[in-house]
C-alpha cells in the first residue's frame, strides 16, 4: 500500500498482458507501514503529500489528499495486506486486480483502508461476499500467514516498494527495485532470460 506501487500496479497489469502465457506474477505484500497505532504527524503527512505529488506527476494517477485532513488518521497498512491475502485464497486469478482496486480505493477515493467495512466493500465486487471475507480477513491463520509474508519479504531483502523479483535457480532473484516505466521493466525482464 505505498503510492509508487499504486503507480506500478497499472505497469505489472500492462506486462502481464503483454507477457500472457509466459509470466506468472505474484504479489507479496511487503507491508510498508503494519501495525501503525497511532495518527501520522504533521510532518508524515507532508512528507506523504510530496511523496504522493511526486507519483501522481509521474503516472497522472488521480490523487485525493483528503486523508491527511483528518487528523485521526493512523496509517496501517497491515489490515490492507491481510485482504489481499484473504482474496489469494479466494479468487487467486484476481489478486491484482483487486490491488488496482484497493490502489484506487485509498489512493483515488481517499478511503481508510484499515477499516475491514470498508475492505470488504472493495473485494465485494469481485464475488468475495462480506460474511466469508470477515470471517477469513479475522481468522488466525490469514493473520499469521499475512506477518509470514512480511517477514519473507523482508528475508528476500526488500528494502524499496515496489521491487519486482524473478524466481531463480537459487530462490528469488531481485530484477527491479523502485518504481520504473514498462519498456525498462521489460528490458530488464528481456536480459534476465538470455542470463538464464
Known sequence: MCAWCYGFTHVIRRLRALWHGRLTVEVVAGGLSPYAETPITQ???E???LSWHRVQE??????NYGLFLNRNFVYDTEPACRALHVVR???PALTLEVLRAMHSAFYADGLNLADPQVLAAV???FGIHENLFYTLFEAEEVIDATEKEFEFAQMIGVTDL???YVEGGMGPELLVKGFCQLDELEERLLRHLEMV
Open 123 to 125: 473485494v465485494r465486487p
Open 58 to 63: 509521474r503516472t497522472s494517477l488521480p490523487f
Open 47 to 49: 512528507r506523504l503529500a
Open 89 to 91: 485464497r479466494l479468487r
Open 162 to 164: 515496489p521491487s519486482v
Open 43 to 45: 510532518e508524515e503527512k
